[in-house]
């Protein structure tokens, strides 16, 4: 029988050590399981994004139909003032570390809405923290998969027995920002001046 | 049975109703060339249960019922009145009628044809929503839209914008509605808390 752990016969061949922040990390970026949550149309390039031609699958994303499965929130599409609490429901429900990519220009800025509505919020970061914004209107399903590779480098980037003295909402490199959700707690301060 | 003109619908609605209590309707004619019938908003649900059991005229399907502002229309002469604007179709004869109800502004009251065609219910919320029109009789008239705690009715044409709603800003650092004044500003005038 072969000694693997004597030098030569496959050890360093087989065995790569790490630090298990390094080794949780990895297996959050592989598993981010994303929540089935879309308002508008950017929906149906999420879907699509999810379907046999883009496959989103093969990154480890598996839609899930309750936040309480979910690490991301993808919000796609347009919030309206109304709808703008129950997003912040819906993530105040998801596991942490949880993040949160924003889809489009609604879910941006308001979009084409940003100005003349009365109905539609300025953009989902006004009520929850958003990691990465994609713009397009709608997205390409390319563009979302490239807004998802840039949301793993930052999952990479993540300690999950870290440092504790700031926000265990936001990433560590996070720079995003927002506004305490008005009738509910005030979150706590980040120790990083915010954008 | 045969599908029925307009002259003909309006012949039936006379010939059913006994002549003392015919109801003061009146036909009228759109820019655009198509006939309608303004009825008094005190007999809308007699003329409506009419139109829906009468034999000939069947109209069984209430397809929509909307409103409009005239204000600001270049109607002549000018009004300042909301008008409900009743979609009806006869799924048998294969026919169908615009009634349109006038609703003066500020007191505007209209009953309740929810109990003739219960799918009005929905559309009636909608329009006491963004109208501000009463329906009387309404099983549960509440806005069906906006947020329960809204305030104003968004589509009058002289509704003054928020500047922001639960704390969250409409508008972007520097941004101005240009046309309509918005509620903070001192030029805007009080407006009432409930539609």
Not at chain 1, 31 to 57: H, K, N, V, W
Not at chain 1, 126 to 134: A, E, F, G, Q, T
Not at chain 2, 70 to 75: F, G, N, S
Not at chain 2, 122 to 144: M, Q, S, T
Request: some cysteine.
């Amino acid at each position: 029988m072969t000694d693997i752990t004597k030098p030569g016969n496959g050890a360093d061949e087989h065995v790569f050590t790490t630090s298990i922040d390094e080794f949780l990390a990895w297996g959050k970026e592989n598993s981010l399981f994303y929540l089935l949550f879309a308002t508008a149309c950017c929906g149906i390039e999420l879907m699509q994004t999810g379907g046999p031609r883009y496959d989103i699958d093969r990154l480890g994303m598996i839609p899930r139909a309750t936040p309480r499965q979910s690490d991301l929130m993808i919000v796609a599409g347009t919030i309206t003032h109304k709808m703008a609490s129950r997003v912040r429901t819906l993530w105040e429900q998801m596991t942490e570390p949880r993040w949160v990519v924003s889809m489009g220009s609604c879910a941006n800025s308001g979009g084409p809405f940003s100005k003349w509505s009365y109905s539609v919020l300025n953009g989902v970061d006004k009520y929850v923290p958003v990691d990465i914004y994609i713009p397009g209107c709608p997205p390409r399903p390319e563009a979302l998969i490239d807004g998802v590779m840039a949301l793993r480098e930052r999952v990479k980037k993540y300690r999950t027995l870290g440092v504790r003295d700031r926000d265990p909402h936001i990433v560590q490199g996070s720079d995003c920002a927002f506004g305490a959700h008005p009738g509910k707690p005030p979150l706590p301060e980040t120790t990083e001046p915010s954008a | 049975m045969s599908a029925l003109a307009f002259a003909d619908i309006v012949e039936r609605l006379r010939a059913v109703f006994p002549a003392a209590t015919l109801p003061a309707i009146e036909t009228k004619t759109s820019d655009n060339g198509q006939p309608w019938l303004l009825v008094p908003a005190n007999d809308i649900v007699r003329v409506a249960t009419v139109l829906r059991d009468d034999p000939v005229l069947g109209f069984a399907a209430l397809c929509d019922l909307t409103g409009w502002d005239l204000l600001k229309y270049p109607a002549n002469p000018p009004s300042t009145d909301i008008a409900i604007v009743y979609y009806l179709h006869s799924l048998i004869h294969r026919h169908h009628l615009t009634l349109k109800v006038l609703a003066p502004r500020d007191t505007g009251t209209v009953p309740s044809v929810s109990s003739v065609w219960p799918v009005a219910n929905y559309f009636e919320r909608e329009v006491f929503d963004l109208l501000g029109v009463h329906f009387a009789g309404h099983p549960n008239l509440k806005r069906i839209m906006m947020p329960d705690d809204w305030i104003g009715s968004p589509l009058r044409k002289d509704y003054i914008y928020p500047a922001s709603y639960n704390g969250i800003a409409h508008l972007r650092d520097g941004q101005k509605f240009e046309d309509a004044p918005t509620r903070g500003d001192a030029a805007a005038p009080a407006q009432a808390a409930k539609p």
